[in-house]
C-alpha cells in the first residue's frame, strides 16, 4: 500500500447536521436518520433534531461521508462536512449522556455510523406522556370518526398497502402452515409406529419449541401490523422490514403484557366456576323449586357473563398500548381500560365498547364473506378435479384457508386500530395540536 | 402515504365541476346491516299478519269458503310476500327515494349514476337484481372482491347500471352553528387589527378544539388552550395575563371574529 493510500484511508471526515432546507418535512429527516441509527428511538431523534447543529460522526470514511451526506441531503438535511482525525478513545457506552454536539462519535464494527447518546430532555411533567404522542405528518388530515368512516378508511388503508399488511401477517400463519404440513409429512411416514422413547421426548420438546417459536411470532407479526398501520395513517413512510425491525425493542414487553392478560382473562371463568361452586350448595339448601334454581342459575351465569365480555373489552386496546404507547404489563391494562371506558361522545352506541363491539360484528361478517369467497376455488376443484388429485385440493384448499385468515384479520386489526386512535383524537385532540404547531 | 378521501369528480358541458366522496365498504355494510334489520322487521310483519289471518279470517267468514282454504295457502302467501320484500326492498325504496334507503339514510349514503344524476326504476332494477350475484353464497363475497379492485368501490350490480354510491354532502355542513357569547373580558388596544390577520384556517382550529373540548382529558385540554392562545399571543406581540385564562382568550377571540365577520 503506498503512502497516500494510507493518508486517503486515514482520512476521516466530522459530519454535522446544521439545519434543515426550507420546506422539509422533519417527520421525514427522523425516518432517514432512524434508518441510520436504527438503535436510537424516534424520540430520541426528534429530540436531537430540535438542538441543532447535531453532530452526526466524525470519524467517517470519504466514502461514509459522502454516502451520508447524499442520502440526508435528499431528504431536506443541511449537513456540514470537516475533516478530522480519528478519535484515539474507544466509544464511550449509549447509557453515557454527552451533549449530541460534542460526543466522540465513531463506526462500529459493522461499519455503520454510530450516533451519540442523546440525553432525554428535562421537560416538566403536564400530565401527559411524551413517548405517548403520535407524530402526525403535516400533510395529512385526519379527524374524529364514525363507526362506518373508521371502517371505510381500514378498507382504503389496506387496499392501499394490500402488499405490506398481507404479508406482514401471511408471515406467521404461512409459517405455520407450512409447519404444520411438514409436521404431517413428517409424522404420517410411519414413525409413529416405530417410535423409541428418545425419540418421543425429542418429539415433545420440538413440538412445545415449535409452539413457542409460532407464539412469538404471531405476537411480532401482531405488533409490526399495528407499526404498520399506524405509520401509514399517520402519514409516514414503511416497509415490512421497518415494521419488524421497528418491533424488536418492544416485542419482549407485548409478549410479557398479552402472556398477563391471557391468564387474567383464564382466570376470570376459573373464578367465576368457583363462584358458582359455592353458590350452588346454597341455592339447593335454600330449597327453590327447580325451575327457579334454573332462573336463578341463569341469571347469575348472564351476570358473569356479561362482567367478563366487559373484561375484554376493557383490554381490547392493550396490545396498541403497548406498541405506540410503549407502556408494558399493568399499566398497559389500566391504560387500555381507561381509553375504553372515556366518553367522547353522547350517546348509547357511541361509547367506546359499543362502538368497538359494532366494528368487531362488521369486521366478522366482512371476514365471513372474504372467507366464503376463497372457499369457491377450492369448492370448484373438488367439484371438477378427479379424486386422484385430491391431495391437491386439500392443499388448495388449506393454502387459500390461509390467505383469507390473512385478510380477514388485517381488515379487523385495522379498524381496531383506527379505533384506538379514534378515541385517542376525540380525548386528546392530537390533530389539533398539529395543526396548532403550524398556526 | 395515505391520500385524502375518495372522491369522484364530475364535469358537466359547462365546465362546472361537482365533486362527490365515495362510500367505502364500512359505511356500505353499515348501511346493509341496518336495512336487513328494517327487512327482518318487515318479514316478521308479514308473517305475523298471515298467521293472524290464517288463525282469525275464517272464524268471520259465513259463507264457509275461507275456511275451506288450506292454511298452507296462506303460509305460500307469506313466502310471496316475503320473496317480494326480499328483492323488492332495495329496488322500490332505491327508485323512489333517489338512490336511498332506510338504512342508506341512516348512513347519509345515496345512490346516484356516474355521470351525477339521480338513477331511476332502470338502474334500481339492474343493480338490485344484480345483488344476488353479488352476494352469492351470503355475505357479499363477489361484491367485496370487485368493490376492492374498483377505483369506485362499485360492486358488480353498481358497474352494470352505471352507479356509484356517495355520502352525502350534508355531513359537511358544521353542526353547531352557535355563536359564541363574548364578555368582553379582552380588552387589547388593536385587537380588531390582529383579528384582521387570523387566517380562516386558524379561526377553524381554534373553533374546533372550543367545539370538541368537553369530552377531552383535561391535561390535554389544558395543554392545547395553552398552545393556541400562546401561539396567538406571540404573533400578535401580546404577553399571557393573569386574568384571562387561556380557554377564555380564545373564547373572546372567537367570539369577537365571528361577529365582526359574520363567519359561521
Same mark, same amino acid.
Request: proline share 5%; glycine share 8%; net charge positive.
Given at each position: 500500500?503506498?503512502?497516500?493510500?494510507?493518508?486517503?484511508?486515514?482520512?476521516?471526515?466530522?459530519?454535522?447536521?446544521?439545519?434543515?432546507?426550507?420546506?422539509?418535512?422533519?417527520?421525514?429527516?427522523?425516518?432517514?436518520?432512524?434508518?441510520?441509527?436504527?438503535?436510537?428511538?424516534?424520540?430520541?431523534?426528534?429530540?436531537?433534531?430540535?438542538?441543532?447543529?447535531?453532530?452526526?460522526?466524525?470519524?467517517?470514511?470519504?466514502?461514509?461521508?459522502?454516502?451520508?451526506?447524499?442520502?440526508?441531503?435528499?431528504?431536506?438535511?443541511?449537513?456540514?462536512?470537516?475533516?478530522?482525525?480519528?478519535?484515539?478513545?474507544?466509544?464511550?457506552?449509549?447509557?453515557?449522556?454527552?451533549?449530541?454536539?460534542?460526543?466522540?462519535?465513531?463506526?462500529?464494527?459493522?461499519?455503520?455510523?454510530?450516533?451519540?447518546?442523546?440525553?432525554?430532555?428535562?421537560?416538566?411533567?403536564?400530565?401527559?406522556?411524551?413517548?405517548?404522542?403520535?407524530?402526525?405528518?403535516?400533510?395529512?388530515?385526519?379527524?374524529?370518526?364514525?363507526?362506518?368512516?373508521?371502517?371505510?378508511?381500514?378498507?382504503?388503508?389496506?387496499?392501499?398497502?394490500?402488499?405490506?399488511?398481507?404479508?406482514?401477517?401471511?408471515?406467521?400463519?404461512?409459517?405455520?402452515?407450512?409447519?404444520?404440513?411438514?409436521?404431517?409429512?413428517?409424522?404420517?411416514?410411519?414413525?409413529?409406529?416405530?417410535?423409541?422413547?428418545?425419540?418421543?421426548?425429542?418429539?415433545?420438546?420440538?413440538?412445545?419449541?415449535?409452539?413457542?417459536?409460532?407464539?412469538?411470532?404471531?405476537?411480532?407479526?401482531?405488533?409490526?401490523?399495528?407499526?404498520?398501520?399506524?405509520?401509514?395513517?399517520?402519514?409516514?413512510?414503511?416497509?415490512?422490514?421497518?415494521?419488524?425491525?421497528?418491533?424488536?425493542?418492544?416485542?419482549?414487553? $407485548?409478549?410479557?403484557?398479552?402472556? =398477563?392478560?391471557? *391468564?387474567?382473562?383464564? /382466570?376470570?371463568?376459573?373464578?367465576?366456576? %368457583? +363462584? #358458582?361452586?359455592?353458590?350452588?350448595?346454597?341455592?339447593?339448601?335454600?330449597?327453590?323449586?327447580?325451575?327457579?334454581?334454573?332462573?336463578?342459575?341463569?341469571?347469575?351465569?348472564?351476570?358473569?357473563?356479561?362482567?367478563?365480555?366487559?373484561?375484554?373489552?376493557?383490554?381490547?386496546?392493550?396490545?396498541?398500548?403497548?406498541?405506540?404507547?410503549?407502556?408494558?404489563?399493568?399499566?398497559?391494562?389500566?391504560?387500555?381500560?381507561?381509553?375504553?371506558?372515556?366518553?367522547?361522545?353522547?350517546?348509547?352506541?357511541?361509547?367506546?365498547?359499543?362502538?368497538?363491539?359494532?366494528?368487531?360484528?362488521?369486521?366478522?361478517?366482512?371476514?365471513?364473506?372474504?372467507?366464503?369467497?376463497?372457499?369457491?376455488?377450492?369448492?370448484?376443484?373438488?367439484?371438477?378435479?378427479?379424486?386422484?388429485?385430491?391431495?391437491?385440493? $386439500?392443499?388448495?384448499?388449506?393454502? =387459500?384457508?390461509? *390467505?383469507?385468515?390473512? /385478510?380477514?384479520?388485517?381488515?379487523?386489526? %385495522? +379498524? #381496531?386500530?383506527?379505533?384506538?386512535?379514534?378515541?385517542?383524537?376525540?380525548?386528546?385532540?392530537?390533530?389539533?395540536?398539529?395543526?396548532?404547531?403550524?398556526? | 402515504?395515505?391520500?385524502?378521501?375518495?372522491?369522484?369528480?364530475?364535469?358537466?358541458?359547462?365546465?362546472?365541476?361537482?365533486?362527490?366522496?365515495?362510500?367505502?365498504?364500512?359505511?356500505?355494510?353499515?348501511?346493509?346491516?341496518?336495512?336487513?334489520?328494517?327487512?327482518?322487521?318487515?318479514?316478521?310483519?308479514?308473517?305475523?299478519?298471515?298467521?293472524?289471518?290464517?288463525?282469525?279470517?275464517?272464524?268471520?267468514?259465513?259463507?264457509?269458503?275461507?275456511?275451506?282454504?288450506?292454511?298452507?295457502?296462506?303460509?305460500?302467501?307469506?313466502?310471496?310476500?316475503?320473496?317480494?320484500?326480499?328483492?323488492?326492498?332495495?329496488?322500490?325504496?332505491?327508485?323512489?327515494?333517489?338512490?336511498?334507503?332506510?338504512?342508506?339514510?341512516?348512513?347519509?349514503?345515496?345512490?346516484?349514476?356516474?355521470?351525477?344524476?339521480?338513477?331511476?326504476?332502470?338502474?334500481?332494477?339492474?343493480?338490485?337484481?344484480?345483488?344476488?350475484?353479488?352476494?352469492?353464497?351470503?355475505?357479499?363475497?363477489?361484491?367485496?372482491?370487485?368493490?376492492?379492485?374498483?377505483?369506485?368501490?362499485?360492486?358488480?350490480?353498481?358497474?352494470?347500471?352505471?352507479?356509484?354510491?356517495?355520502?352525502?354532502?350534508?355531513?359537511?355542513?358544521?353542526?353547531?352553528?352557535?355563536?359564541?357569547?363574548?364578555?368582553?373580558?379582552?380588552?387589547?388596544?388593536?385587537?380588531?387589527?390582529?383579528?384582521?390577520?387570523?387566517?380562516?384556517?386558524?379561526?377553524?382550529?381554534?373553533?374546533?378544539?372550543?367545539?370538541?373540548?368537553?369530552?377531552?382529558?383535561?391535561?390535554?385540554?389544558?395543554?392545547?388552550?395553552?398552545?393556541?392562545?400562546?401561539?396567538?399571543?406571540?404573533?400578535?406581540?401580546?404577553?399571557?395575563?393573569?386574568?384571562?385564562?387561556?380557554?377564555?382568550?380564545?373564547?373572546?377571540?372567537?367570539?369577537?371574529?365571528?361577529?365582526?365577520?359574520?363567519?359561521?
Amino acid at each position: 500500500m503506498t503512502q497516500s493510500a494510507v493518508s486517503a484511508e486515514a482520512k476521516r471526515f466530522a459530519i454535522s447536521l446544521t439545519g434543515l432546507k426550507p420546506g422539509t418535512v422533519p417527520e421525514d429527516l427522523v425516518v432517514a436518520l432512524q434508518s441510520i441509527f436504527p438503535r436510537k428511538t424516534v424520540e430520541q431523534i426528534r429530540g436531537a433534531l430540535a438542538r441543532l447543529p447535531l453532530l452526526l460522526t466524525r470519524s467517517a470514511t470519504e466514502e461514509q461521508a459522502q454516502k451520508v451526506k447524499g442520502f440526508l441531503e435528499s431528504k431536506g438535511a443541511i449537513l456540514r462536512l470537516v475533516t478530522s482525525t480519528p478519535p484515539a478513545t474507544p466509544t464511550p457506552p449509549a447509557s453515557t449522556a454527552r451533549s449530541p454536539s460534542t460526543a466522540p462519535i465513531a463506526p462500529s464494527r459493522s461499519g455503520v455510523v454510530e450516533a451519540a447518546a442523546v440525553p432525554k430532555r428535562n421537560q416538566p411533567y403536564t400530565g401527559i406522556e411524551r413517548r405517548a404522542k403520535p407524530r402526525l405528518h403535516p400533510g395529512i388530515s385526519i379527524h374524529p370518526m364514525g363507526i362506518g368512516e373508521i371502517l371505510d378508511r381500514s378498507f382504503r388503508l389496506l387496499r392501499q398497502h394490500f402488499f405490506l399488511f398481507f404479508f406482514i401477517l401471511l408471515i406467521p400463519q404461512g409459517t405455520f402452515f407450512l409447519f404444520n404440513k411438514g409436521s404431517q409429512i413428517f409424522l404420517g411416514g410411519g414413525v409413529l409406529q416405530d417410535m423409541t422413547a428418545g425419540m418421543g421426548i425429542g418429539l415433545i420438546v420440538s413440538v412445545v419449541l415449535a409452539v413457542l417459536v409460532m407464539m412469538i411470532l404471531q405476537f411480532w407479526a401482531q405488533g409490526a401490523l399495528i407499526h404498520a398501520v399506524s405509520e401509514t395513517y399517520l402519514g409516514h413512510a414503511t416497509s415490512l422490514a421497518t415494521s419488524y425491525g421497528a418491533m424488536r425493542s418492544r416485542l419482549g414487553r $407485548l409478549l410479557g403484557t398479552m402472556f =398477563l392478560m391471557g *391468564i387474567l382473562i383464564v /382466570l376470570v371463568p376459573a373464578l367465576m366456576g %368457583i +363462584a #358458582m361452586a359455592i353458590v350452588a350448595p346454597m341455592l339447593k339448601a335454600m330449597s327453590l323449586s327447580g325451575g327457579k334454581q334454573i332462573i336463578l342459575t341463569m341469571i347469575l351465569l348472564l351476570v358473569g357473563a356479561v362482567w367478563f365480555l366487559n373484561l375484554l373489552l376493557n383490554w381490547l386496546l392493550v396490545d396498541k398500548v403497548v406498541v405506540l404507547e410503549g407502556k408494558s404489563w399493568g399499566s398497559a391494562l389500566r391504560r387500555s381500560k381507561e381509553l375504553m371506558n372515556t366518553r367522547t361522545e353522547q350517546g348509547f352506541w357511541k361509547r367506546p365498547k359499543n362502538k368497538a363491539g359494532l366494528i368487531l360484528l362488521l369486521g366478522f361478517l366482512i371476514g365471513v364473506g372474504i372467507h366464503l369467497l376463497f372457499q369457491v376455488p377450492g369448492f370448484l376443484s373438488q367439484m371438477f378435479l378427479p379424486m386422484s388429485l385430491g391431495g391437491v385440493t $386439500l392443499t388448495l384448499q388449506q393454502v =387459500l384457508n390461509v *390467505i383469507a385468515n390473512s /385478510l380477514a384479520t388485517v381488515f379487523t386489526a %385495522i +379498524a #381496531m386500530i383506527l379505533f384506538y386512535y379514534d378515541i385517542r383524537l376525540r380525548s386528546e385532540g392530537f390533530d389539533l395540536k398539529a395543526m396548532a404547531e403550524h398556526l | 402515504m395515505e391520500t385524502a378521501k375518495e372522491t369522484l369528480k364530475i364535469h358537466t358541458p359547462e365546465h362546472v365541476g361537482f365533486r362527490y366522496v365515495l362510500a367505502g365498504l364500512g359505511t356500505r355494510s353499515s348501511a346493509f346491516l341496518l336495512d336487513t334489520i328494517v327487512r327482518g322487521l318487515f318479514i316478521l310483519f308479514i308473517f305475523l299478519a298471515v298467521s293472524l289471518l290464517a288463525r282469525w279470517l275464517p272464524a268471520f267468514d259465513p259463507t264457509g269458503i275461507l275456511a275451506a282454504i288450506p292454511k298452507s295457502w296462506f303460509f305460500a302467501l307469506g313466502v310471496l310476500a316475503y320473496g317480494v320484500v326480499d328483492l323488492g326492498y332495495f329496488l322500490i325504496f332505491e327508485a323512489l327515494w333517489s338512490g336511498q334507503t332506510p338504512g342508506k339514510r341512516m348512513q347519509n349514503l345515496r345512490v346516484i349514476r356516474v355521470n351525477g344524476q339521480p338513477i331511476g326504476w332502470l338502474e334500481s332494477s339492474i343493480r338490485n337484481i344484480l345483488r344476488a350475484v353479488d352476494i352469492l353464497l351470503g355475505f357479499y363475497p363477489l361484491g367485496l372482491f370487485v368493490m376492492f379492485l374498483s377505483s369506485r368501490s362499485q360492486r358488480i350490480g353498481d358497474y352494470a347500471a352505471g352507479t356509484v354510491v356517495i355520502v352525502e354532502r350534508r355531513r359537511n355542513v358544521p353542526m353547531d352553528r352557535t355563536r359564541l357569547r363574548t364578555t368582553s373580558k379582552l380588552n387589547l388596544p388593536e385587537l380588531d387589527v390582529h383579528l384582521s390577520t387570523l387566517e380562516p384556517k386558524q379561526y377553524q382550529v381554534i373553533r374546533s378544539f372550543l367545539q370538541r373540548r368537553q369530552v377531552m382529558n383535561r391535561a390535554h385540554r389544558s395543554e392545547l388552550a395553552r398552545l393556541l392562545a400562546r401561539r396567538l399571543m406571540k404573533r400578535w406581540g401580546i404577553s399571557p395575563s393573569a386574568d384571562i385564562s387561556d380557554e377564555t382568550f380564545l373564547e373572546e377571540v372567537v367570539g369577537i371574529y365571528e361577529r365582526s365577520r359574520r363567519a359561521i
